[in-house]
């Protein structure tokens, strides 16, 4: 597994897990309907966004340079030293630990080298399975905002967790 920047090439895997309903009904956007020449535009802009310094969007790849889903900082505040964390993974991807392993990977270029002092994220209280691999790669649960927000028609609640560049460890637990 490794990180790198996304490329053109990447746009029909990232289609895959944009329209697989196990994995966009976590999403508080609507991305079933995205196409090609979206997710090409997306990767464009991700280039853009990654030399600007602002988000970090990285594919996370195989050994054989195979698209496996999508990893980020987004929001990056040096002043404040923070930024977002995010993760999608083809269904193809998951449940071989490649997702923490990618995790630990990025809080790594977070932390030592960009600087960072506070990695955090949102997720749906109802992702058990987000919720795990959150908790396994040391983020630390803040709290909740309850019925936060409306995804298809339903209100949703938030789980918020963080981690700090003097907690992570870089080991699996």
């Avoid at 289609?15 to 090409?40: G, I």
């Avoid at 496996?68 to 923070?82: A, C, E, P, R, V």
């Avoid at 991807?93 to 490649?98: D, E, F, H, N, W």
């Avoid at 749906?124 to 649960?141: Q, T």
Wanted: net charge negative; aromatic share 10%; proline share 1%.
């Amino acid at each position: 597994m490794k990180l790198r920047m996304l490329d053109k090439k990447d746009a029909d895997g990232m289609l895959e897990w944009m329209h697989d309903p196990e994995v966009y009904r976590y999403f508080r956007f609507s991305c079933e309907e995205t196409n090609k020449e979206k997710a090409v535009e997306f990767i464009r802009n991700a280039q853009i966004q990654f030399i600007k310094g602002n988000n970090r969007h990285y594919a996370i790849a195989d050994n054989d340079d195979n698209y496996l889903g999508t990893i980020s900082l987004k929001d990056i505040d040096m002043q404040s030293l923070n930024a977002e964390f995010a993760i999608s993974m083809r269904a193809a991807a998951q449940g071989q630990g490649i997702a923490m392993e990618a995790t630990k990977e990025l809080l790594k270029i977070a932390f030592e080298e960009i600087g960072l002092q506070r990695v955090y994220l949102n997720v749906l209280s109802d992702n058990d399975r987000a919720v795990h691999l959150y908790e396994k790669c040391g983020f630390v649960y803040e709290g909740e905002f309850r019925n936060h927000i409306k995804i298809r028609g339903e209100m949703k609640s938030l789980k918020w967790y963080g981690i700090l560049k003097d907690e992570f460890t870089g080991d699996s637990k």
